[in-house]
C-alpha cells in the first residue's frame, strides 16, 4: 500500500515507518521537523511541511498516489500544553482538519490515527479496556479526543474507514540501537533517568509519591518501540473502507516511576539519585491498558513483555548515540 505518514520523522512515527518499508509498503513521511529528526527515516521518502498547509498535503497525496494516511504529526507535551493550549489546539486540532479536508479533496479514504491512553485520564478503572470511559485531564490530552471526535464525523459523512489506536507509554529503540527516542527539551522518565546515568546526576526529579498507587507514585505501561510499530502495521493491512476500530497498544503490565528507576539501575549497573518533587499537572495516577482486543482481533503478540527487555534497548541507543540525532 502506498502510505503517508504525518510525523514519520517522529520517535513513534519513524519506527512505524521502517517497520512498514521494510514489511513492503511505499512509505512517505511528511514532517515539518520541530520534533522529527530526518536521520530516523533512514532514507525513505520525506516530505518537509507543516500539516496546517493544507495545500502541500493535497499535493502531497496527489504526487504519491497515496491510499492511506497514518496521523501522528501533533504537538505531545502534556506539561507545555498545561502552560500553552492554544498551540496544542491550533496544531492537534487546526491540523487535524487540514489533513482530513486535504484528504476528502483527493479521496484518500483511509486513516490510522495515533490518540492516547491519556484520553482516559482519571478513569480509574485497570486496565483499561477500549470501551472505557475517556475522562482527559490536560489540554493534550482532551485535543486527542476532539480528534478521535472529528475523524468519526469525517468518516461518517464522507465514507472513510477509520481505526484510532490508544497508546500506552511508548518506550525503548531499536534492537540495533540505531533509533530511539531523542525529544529537545527531554521530557519523558525512561530517557531522563537514563541520561542521568551517562551524563552524571543532574537532579532527576519524581513527581509526586502521594498517588493512590502502591508506591505513591504514577504507574503507566511502556510499551516497546518496535510492539507499538508491529500494531500499526497490523491494523493497517486489516483497514478497509468501512472500518471503524478503535485498540488500546499497551503491554498490559503497570510499572511505577520507582519501578522504572529500578529497572534502569538493574540494566546499567548503576545507582540513581532522584528527588521527589510537586505533583506534575495533568499526570493520571495510573494508566495500563488491556490489551486482548489488539491480540485476539489483530493477533498482535509483543517482542518485549517485560520492562527490562525495552530498557536494555533505550540503554543501548543511549550508549551507542548520546547526542541522539546530534542535528539539533
Ligand atoms: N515523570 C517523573 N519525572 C520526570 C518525568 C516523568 O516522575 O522527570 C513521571 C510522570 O509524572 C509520569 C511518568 O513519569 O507519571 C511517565 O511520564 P512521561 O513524561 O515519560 O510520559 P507520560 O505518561 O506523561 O506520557
Redesign the pocket.
Known sequence: MKILLTGGAGYVGSACLRLLKQSGHQVVAFDNLVEGHPAAVDGAELVVGDIRDTQLLEKTLRDYDIEAVMHFAAATN?GESVVNPAYHYDNNIGGTLSLLNAMVAVGVKKILFSSTC?TYGLNPVSPMAEDAAQDPCSPYARTKLAVEWMIRDFAHTYGMGFTILRYF?AAGASADGRFGEYHHPE???IP?VLQDILNGPKA????GNDYPTVDGT?I?DYVHIDDLASAHLLAMEAIEDNTQEVYNIGTGNGQS?LDIIKACELVSGHQVVYTVVER?PG?APELVADPRKLQSRLGWKPKYPKIEDTVRTAWMWHKICPQGYGEK
Do not use: G, I, P, Q
Not at 204 to 207: A, Y
Open positions: 502534556v491519556a507509554n521530557t519523558h522518565l531522563l532527576l526529579k519524581v513527581f504514577c503507566r516511576v506534575r499526570d
